[in-house]
């Protein structure tokens, strides 16, 4: 058999495997990471003792940033909700007239500057800024640093998840709506019981992308004096004067943390997915491009 | 039991409807037809106030129901719909596509609202298809639960949008024998098709429509076999040709 046909094969046996393919995935990063670790060490850029010495330095630095991203990130969950159907429908009636026109112009405009002022602005500047006034708002509380920062990734990521939002509750066709209205379903169970399911079915993927991204930006905590994973990444570098250790361990408790996370994600909504609804997409076939073909599908299933 | 009394509706400055007016008897099927753009659909949804209309009266069972004081939800538990493309709620199987509008708007409880469901889709002859999705059945399958659904609520007259054409024609044939049926049982329908057969074989009354005002009604055979009007003429003309 050849390369090529053995790496088919592979292939083939692997395609509906998913839980095999990330645990080969993790596998090979772990070892392409030993592998520059064991490198450096060898050529005396990196020092094995330190890294031995100081392995569990990182834990509880591990834990603070954690608890910033997972509370930020649920607070503006659910901050987004509301925001997001505004988003998604105040248009609609700003071209209706009457008293909920009026209602909901300033509504919109408020939400959607706010959209615009976050995406707009690097996180970086809106940390500071929160930073700064909190700082003097509550001068010498110690613990101003954390919930500051804190505050800080809520407002960024309220946000991004807003926009996450509106493109879920507009990809809800509006057949579905009126389906539901037409079996007599008030307008906030429609939204209860079919806008929000199928929204968050479709956009489960582009949270776990926010909540990835926003983990990765904790990291700036570290410039208002959060004791978070790059703050003492830092300190061991600078203060025992082994940076690139320090920056070798930082990295590998962010991939322990992410990537085991978006392949459980991934994994999870694979296996709740529903026939036919959202990206309803599994590859077949080996090549340069992959076909596409509906899930779930019976054959002759579909008329 | 549905009467509607000179509805006009405008949609900006589309004159859609223009004075329409009809009545349905309790247990009659009337068959809306006419070309497209009529404004048979509009109507269909003035009914059960999707669209609300803005001039004109929707009664049904003595009530006015285009009232403010009446809320449109109320109106839609009494008048079923079914939609040319079936619009079941895709993140639902057939059994919970049929149970959601006895659990989420009759408040009924599980058990209750699943043995309903059940008996429903064993009505339309799905119930060996409980468990799928609307993805995972055919057309004519979906348009099935899609009705069962209608009929969960036990509405006083159900209402159809173009049933039949989105399907594939293998498929026309359950939806209509399962209209058919229930026709016969004494439902009040209005039907809004193209399929003549059902028209002619299961219609009480036929009502033509073209720019949006009823050109001609009558019962099927003074429709088809002896239209009146010149637009009827040309109309049935095309469609039996």
Not at chain 1, 246 to 251: D, E, L
Request: net charge positive; charged share 20%; proline share 5%.
């Amino acid at each position: 058999m050849g390369l090529k046909a053995a790496a088919k094969e592979i292939w083939t046996r692997l395609e509906d495997r998913p839980v095999l393919r990330s645990a080969i995935a993790i596998g090979g990063l772990l070892g392409l990471g030993l592998a520059l670790v064991l490198g450096l060490a060898a050529v005396g850029i990196v020092s094995l003792r330190f890294l031995a010495d100081n392995a569990t330095f990182l834990a509880v630095p591990a834990l603070t940033s954690l608890s910033a991203t997972l509370l930020s990130f649920a607070i503006g969950f659910a901050g987004a909700i509301p925001m997001g159907l505004v988003r998604a429908f105040a248009p609609r009636i700003l071209r209706g007239e009457g008293w909920r026109r009026a209602a909901f112009a300033p509504l919109y405009g408020a939400v959607t500057s706010y959209v615009e002022a976050i995406r707009g602005t690097p996180a970086f500047v809106q940390i500071f800024l929160v930073a700064q006034v909190s700082g003097l708002i509550f001068p010498g509380n110690p613990n101003i640093p954390f919930w500051g920062g804190t505050l800080a990734l809520t407002i960024n990521t309220l946000g991004y998840q807003t926009e996450v939002f509106r493109a879920g509750f507009q990809s809800v066709g509006q057949s579905q709506v009126e389906a539901a209205k037409s079996i007599g379903m008030r307008p906030v169970q429609v939204f209860l019981h079919i806008t929000l399911p199928q929204g968050l079915r479709l956009i489960t993927l582009p949270l776990v992308n926010e909540w990835v991204g926003l983990f990765k930006a904790s990291a700036l905590l570290a410039y208002v004096a959060v004791p978070e994973l790059l703050w003492a990444a830092s300190y061991l570098g600078n203060n025992r004067s082994h940076p690139i250790e320090a920056f070798i361990m930082v990295s590998s408790v962010y991939l322990a943390i992410i990537v085991p996370l978006s392949k459980a994600v991934g994994w999870w909504e694979r296996k709740h997915r529903i026939p036919g609804l959202g990206v309803a997409e599994r590859t077949v076939g080996v090549g340069r491009r992959r076909a596409v073909v509906a899930a779930g599908t019976p054959a002759g299933g579909l008329d | 039991m549905i009467t509607v009394q000179n509805v006009h509706k405008w949609f900006g400055d589309l004159h859609v409807l223009k004075g329409v007016s009809l009545q349905v008897n309790k247990g009659d099927a009337l068959v809306v037809i006419g070309p497209s753009g009529s404004g048979k659909s509009t109507l269909l949804r003035c009914i059960n106030l999707l669209v609300q209309p803005d001039e004109g009266d929707i009664i049904i069972d003595g009530v006015k129901v285009n009232d403010p004081r009446i809320r449109p939800e109320w109106v839609r538990q009494q008048v079923g719909m079914v939609f040319q493309s079936f619009n079941l709620f895709t993140h639902l199987n057939a059994l919970e596509n049929v149970m959601i509008g006895l659990r989420k708007v009759k408040r009924m409880d599980r058990a209750g609202a699943e043995r309903m469901a059940r008996f429903e889709l064993e009505r339309v002859g799905l119930a060996d298809k409980a468990d799928a999705y609307p993805a995972q059945l055919s057309g004519g399958q979906q348009q099935r639960v899609a009705i069962a659904r209608a009929l969960a609520l036990n509405p006083k007259a159900v209402l159809f949008d173009e049933p039949t054409s989105a399907l594939d024609p293998e498929f026309i044939r359950e939806v209509l024998d399962v209209m058919t049926k229930l026709a016969e049982e004494g439902m009040t329908m209005v039907v809004v098709t193209h399929e003549m057969g059902f028209a002619h074989n299961v219609a009480d009354r036929v009502l033509f429509m073209a720019d949006g005002v009823v050109v001609e009604e009558g019962t099927p055979d003074e429709v088809f076999d002896r239209p009146q009007k010149e637009r009827t003429q040309a109309f049935v003309g095309k469609i039996l040709g």
